[in-house]
């Protein structure tokens, strides 16, 4: 098979001669390219047969490929197990950077128009270290924003419109990953039940936005005005200083399980594009009913082709990688951390600079690799989520159930830190993505409120999403009126969103959680494209409150680089960018055994210092305080520590009216399941 370099240029150009085409299939015995009329996208005006090269490239040139054309590909090859060709059947070219719909519904490729005037505007390349990546869905995002017209509502260009980017900007985050904006089409299941596939796991074709998120007038211009519209949002994003990150759904096609719909890879060559049995069925590590074949020169080379046009043409950012554990499997579906096409994205020239984050698993198995991945790249940490749910919440539901937490904070503490027992010393604390919640599973306001998952709106009788929330009500299920719980409620989700901002790696923000926004106990809304996953921009004066509160969060993230370093510290060592860090109980005394490990015993100060390369020199003090009960906790005393300033208390929405300054060895008063931070200073 051909390597990757072999294979040259694929999809359509212009050359001089007119536009090239060029498709790859092994095992393809013919194919034709298919031209429709101007007028008529249902009438194939002339044909082309290709011509295949030794490398199983099949190429044709003609001038009727030029901007606008649409055009579809005839397949035909041998029959039998794994294959899947019929040279009737109209097919997408997968590299295919415009396409378009019949009124019939069938779908066309376009010879794309993709000028745009970039204005100079460059990429904010935000530091490493600066990164709070925020997850939001484009439609879901700005559907109910009140400050845009309507037509702009739920699009790319209301994303960026300067209500938008203003609220991103205030909040603080620095980078919006975008929940899938491939092309995508909802399963068939999805479309029998009157539902649609809402997050858009489920891409039809790697090279275009998907066209719904377009205003209509876009739409209305063909797919050329959907792509400046798109990269229109880029440019406004960047010229905002804000990044933008692609989440990436390659490791599997829209075409479903054998009997889905074939609209491309499935046609032009199903046996090399996707895995299979020697007996010719599928073998799925996504659950999607398909799995791409990344032993596959091809398959790796179509990857690397979508994110070099993302990145380069279109100028985003980064990548969020769906289930990449499927991309880093090789001949015998095994995961290898040094697979080609990993080692490929990390090391591609076209490809420097541009953030690179993984989603460490798949379903398969050996699918669970967090930690496995080469450095470079930054992987969703689901230990820390795990963790700190568990810590925040169902420990403290067992405690009032047994009298106490199952297992003490030393857990937590190596979370907090950056999980250097999960990532090689090398990667660093930055090779975390940490985050509560993500798109999938509760909103963290309904981790708060809810012990159980309430699905039915799915049409699977509840038997869809995780039954494994680590949530808890706090003593009613959902909604209530009862004012000591929605107090309680309120201050678990400070002491999460502390957490996640106050710890080291990379936070993760869901859209919304800043707010408290709500399912209503749904953990696995992807097929409800409804008011319940669009953000609710009229706001109660609580949400406004926790909206102040993450704010501040960010701010002080900001402000204390000994809250991200870049390095894990040495012991009795000073490495550079890193963290000193000085462990003390309640009492001000160094931890002992039982402080880490004991549930009676969950209280500890944590004291880290920055070892700077490029910020002045920075200590804070971060006090975590885990039962519900409040607690005496020493300050202490260490060298070169004269004072503490208070900075933020988990217990208190605004602490503009407590004692701000303190001296080793002072005793404060901590609230109930709480956190504290002060800087450090002398």
């Not at 200083?241 to 074939?262: A, F, I, K």
């Not at 159930?401 to 250097?420: D, K, M, N, Q, V």
């Not at 040495?570 to 890193?578: D, F, K, Q």
Request: hydrophobic share 35%; proline share 5%; net charge negative.
């Amino acid at each position: 098979m051909a390597s990757m370099d072999a294979l040259g240029h694929l999809g359509v150009r212009q050359t001089a001669r007119g536009g090239e085409l060029r498709v790859w299939s092994e095992h393809a015995t013919a194919m034709q390219l298919c031209i429709f009329a101007a007028d008529d996208p249902t009438w194939v005006a002339e044909t082309h047969d290709l011509q295949r090269n030794r490398f199983g490239v099949w190429r044709t040139t003609t001038r009727s490929l030029r901007p606008g054309t649409r055009y579809a590909l005839r397949v035909d090859g041998p029959h039998g197990p794994g294959h899947a060709f019929d040279p009737d059947r109209l097919l997408l070219d997968p590299y295919a950077r415009g396409l378009g719909r019949t009124s019939d519904g069938d779908w066309r490729a376009y010879v794309q128009d993709d000028e745009f005037d970039w204005g100079g505007v460059e990429k904010p390349r935000v530091q490493i270290d600066h990164t709070v990546v925020y997850e939001a869905h484009t439609k879901g995002l700005t559907k109910l924003s009140p400050e845009l017209p309507d037509d702009l509502r739920g699009t790319y260009a209301g994303l960026a419109h300067p209500a938008t980017i203003a609220y991103l900007r205030d909040l603080g985050i620095t980078t919006v990953e975008l929940l899938p904006v491939h092309q995508f089409v909802s399963e068939q299941r999805l479309q029998g039940q009157g539902l649609v596939n809402y997050w858009g796991y489920n891409t039809l074709n790697f090279f275009t936005p998907h066209a719904a998120y377009a205003t209509k007038s876009a739409q209305f211009g063909g797919t050329g005005a959907v792509l400046r519209e798109f990269k229109g949002m880029v440019k406004l994003l960047h010229e905002a200083g804000l990044e933008v990150v692609l989440d990436v759904v390659y490791n599997h096609t829209s075409e479903e399980g054998p009997e889905g719909p074939t609209t491309s890879f499935r046609g032009i060559d199903n046996a090399s594009y996707y895995r299979h049995t020697p007996d010719g069925d599928y073998i799925d590590t996504t659950g999607c009913g398909n799995t791409i074949d990344f032993s596959t020169p091809a398959a790796q080379r179509l990857v690397l082709d979508s994110l070099r046009y993302w990145a380069n043409d279109v100028q985003v950012d980064g990548f969020r990688f769906d289930l990449m554990a499927t991309l880093g499997r090789d001949e015998a579906a095994e995961f290898d951390p040094e697979h080609p096409l990993l080692r490929a994205i990390l090391d591609d020239p076209a490809l420097q600079g541009v953030k690179m984050i993984s989603e460490p698993w798949d379903v398969g198995m050996g699918g669970w690799q967090v930690g496995k991945f080469p450095a470079g790249y930054h992987e969703w940490n689901d230990g820390f989520r795990d963790r700190a749910r568990a810590f925040w919440l169902t420990d403290v539901g067992s405690a009032r159930e047994h009298g106490r937490a199952p297992e003490g904070i030393g857990s937590l503490a190596r979370r907090i830190t950056g999980s250097a027992h999960v990532f090689a010393e090398e990667r660093g604390p930055l090779a975390s993505v940490n985050f509560i919640t993500a798109h999938d599973g509760f909103t963290m306001a309904d981790l708060v409120s809810y012990n159980a998952k309430h699905n039915l709106g799915n049409g699977e009788d509840n038997r869809d999403g995780t039954d494994n929330n680590r949530s808890f009500n706090h003593g009613v299920e959902g909604l209530t009126d009862d004012s000591t719980i929605t107090v309680e409620r309120r201050k678990a989700m400070r002491n999460l969103l502390g957490t996640l901002l106050l710890s080291a790696g990379m936070p993760m923000i869901t859209a919304g959680d800043e707010i408290g926004r709500s399912q209503r106990g749904n953990n696995n809304a992807y097929c409800h494209d409804s008011e319940l996953t669009w953000l609710d921009w009229k706001h109660e004066g609580w949400q406004e409150d926790l909206f102040r509160v993450t704010q501040r969060l960010l701010q002080l993230r900001r402000d204390n680089p000994a809250l991200r370093p870049l390095r894990y510290g040495r012991w009795g060592e000073t490495v550079p960018s890193a963290t000193q860090m000085d462990w003390y109980n309640k009492d001000g005394l160094a931890m002992t055994m039982d402080d880490w490990d004991s549930p009676a015993e969950r209280t500890l100060q944590y004291l880290a210092a920055s070892t700077p390369e490029f910020e002045a020199f920075n200590r804070i003090l971060l006090i975590v305080h885990g039962i519900e009960e409040p607690a005496d906790v020493t300050l202490p005393a260490h060298e070169g520590v004269e004072g503490y300033t208070l900075l933020w208390d988990s217990s208190h929405d605004d602490i503009s009216e407590l004692e701000p300054e303190h001296s080793p060895g002072d005793t404060l008063t901590v609230g109930p399941t709480s956190m504290l931070l002060l800087r450090a200073h002398g």
